[in-house]
């Protein structure tokens, strides 16, 4: 008897151990299967960011969207277009005159302000490219190209977040004297708050993605001589020129700091500091085919920073960004390190004020590409 109940009592044992077993087992597949449908239905796919979702993003500061905005999107830029470096030589615009006689009707533009962009489209044409043996170009069309791409990519990113950030130094100068980079620039300048570095590194976390070869990459670096970290954004997918780890070409972006009158570039307070009055509220000015943030007033941001000379006297700095060294370059002939700007004006494009600086002009060899109305500053 006591035989046959311990038999009982094993198989019961076994029934029972065998039921729990399998019940944990169909348990584990059914959560693995609401992970994976989960994923799917969670994960952006980089297709889905059209250009269109791009345009709709700048009708507002703070998007809610969940795209991937440090990946670039397919139909901006296909995969040929990184190869800028093959076809170098190729891209450089030999010495040529605007045609005169041609009759061209400008574009006029709006400045925007937060809500108006559709209206305010800048149309970009690189076939108006020239260069000059005077300051002769640094980038090629690509590498612009892929530039705007970075920015638009960024400032995307700076939207979603809420991240505020303005354009300084050769950048806002390309901006304030030829809607464009200078021409013989080869480097992109943006300032944000270090109050908003936390912020941004989260938002690049959240973004981050390898999936695509167009990832953007980001390198923190430690500037030894001026002692203050920045970031340098690039595409993974673009080559190396240097001994450094970034890629090229690449935006920079610098930390300021502050107190309730002025801002300073990190560890810069005891060269330069700038009035706040100069810098806020931000307005959105022309770079290339871009509307990007910039100080309010850029006059009296450059006299800030003692550039007194910005406005008619072209600066070729002896530094390359692209191979990060000194340029191998003679000024003993024709190429000159410092030269009067209009005897550019023939071959790169200038911006012309009005007398109340309501109206500004790009200009190349007489001939106006477009107009911008600014918009009349109620705080001066």
């Known amino acids: 008897m006591i035989s046959c109940f311990y038999c009982y009592s094993l198989l019961s044992s076994i029934f029972l151990t065998s039921h729990i077993r399998s019940f944990c087992i169909s348990f584990l597949l059914l959560s693995i299967l609401f992970t994976f449908i989960n994923f799917l239905t969670t994960t952006t796919s980089i297709n889905k960011l059209t250009t269109n979702e791009y345009k709709n993003d700048q009708n507002s500061t703070i998007t809610i969207s969940s795209y991937p905005l ?14 800028c470096y093959g076809r170098i030589y190729t891209q450089r615009l030999n010495r040529k005159k605007i045609n005169n006689k041609t009759l061209i009707i400008p574009i006029e533009l709006n400045q925007p302000n937060k ?7 800048i149309s970009y044409d690189y076939n108006n490219w020239q260069s ?6 640094l980038v090629t069309k690509c590498e612009h190209n892929l530039m705007m791409q970075l920015l638009k990519r960024f400032d995307q990113l700076t939207k979603k977040y809420s991240l505020e950030y303005m354009m300084i130094d050769g950048t806002l100068l390309g901006s304030w004297r030829h809607h464009d980079l200078i021409p013989w620039d080869d480097d992109i300048d943006l300032l944000m708050s270090v109050q908003f570095k936390h912020r941004l590194n989260m938002a ?37 020129f240097s001994q450094y780890p970034w890629h ?9 700091h502050e107190n309730q009158t002025h801002i300073w570039q990190e560890n810069m ?11 806020f509220p931000l ?20 006299m800030s920073v003692n550039w007194t000379t910005y406005d008619y006297e072209c600066f070729n700095g002896p530094w390359s960004h692209k191979y990060e060294r000194i340029k191998d370059i003679d000024y003993s002939n024709e190429l000159k390190s410092t030269i009067d700007c209009k005897e550019l004006h023939e071959f790169y494009p200038f911006v012309e004020r009005s007398l109340t600086n309501e109206e500004e002009r790009l200009v190349i060899n007489g001939t106006v590409k477009h107009i911008i109305k600014m918009i009349k500053d109620k705080y001066e």
Request: no cysteine; net charge neutral; charged share 20%.
């Open 248 to 256: 090229y070409p690449f935006v920079d972006l610098i930390f300021y």
């Open 70 to 83: 440090l990946l670039l999107n397919f139909e901006d830029v296909y995969h040929d277009k990184f190869n």
């Open 283 to 302: 307005q959105y000015r022309p770079l290339g085919s871009l509307w990007l943030p910039a100080p309010k007033s850029p006059h009296d941001y450059f």
């Open 115 to 121: 809500t108006l962009f559709e209206q305010n489209i």
């Open 269 to 279: 307070q005891h060269i330069s500091s700038i009035s706040k009055q100069y810098i």
């Open 132 to 137: 000059t043996s005077l300051m002769p170009r």
């Open 204 to 240: 690049i976390k959240l973004e981050s993605s390898s999936l695509s070869p167009y990832y953007i990459e980001f390198h923190h670096r430690w500037d030894s001589p001026k002692e203050f970290e920045y970031y340098k954004f690039y595409f993974s997918i673009s080559p190396r």
